[in-house]
């Protein structure tokens, strides 16, 4: 499978985002995670491999299997509502 330079740096923003699991790069772009890797070394430069993969390896918004939530955003139980335009007070 060859890769265009936009779907290249679209995996790499989304191999960045904390939540995007390597599984939804993996059913885009049919790359399993050590292909992800792989790339990510190829196309990044040293210093900043080893500062992604120091920020993902552990992570467990990268695997699914590791979530604490199913699907959607995690909302923090303090966070405040927000409607029409203004914040609710508790």
């Known amino acids: 499978m060859t890769l265009t330079p936009r ?6 923003e989304m191999a960045w985002e904390d ?4 599984d939804a790069i993996t ?4 790359l399993k995670e050590q292909d992800i890797i792989e790339l990510m070394r ?6 900043s491999f080893r500062m992604w993969r ?12 590791k979530r604490t939530f199913d699907e959607g955003r995690f909302k923090c139980s303090r966070q405040r509502t927000i409607s029409n335009n ?3 007070k508790r």
Do not use: C, L, N, W
Not at 27 to 30: K, N
Not at 42 to 47: A, D, I, Q
């Open 7 to 12: 779907d290249i740096d679209r995996i790499i």
């Open 86 to 88: 203004s914040i609710s």
């Open 27 to 30: 059913f885009q772009f049919g």
């Open 42 to 47: 190829r196309e990044m430069k040293p210093s």
């Open 19 to 22: 939540r995007t699991p390597f």
């Open 54 to 65: 120091a920020r993902v390896q552990g992570r467990a918004t990268k695997h699914s299997k």
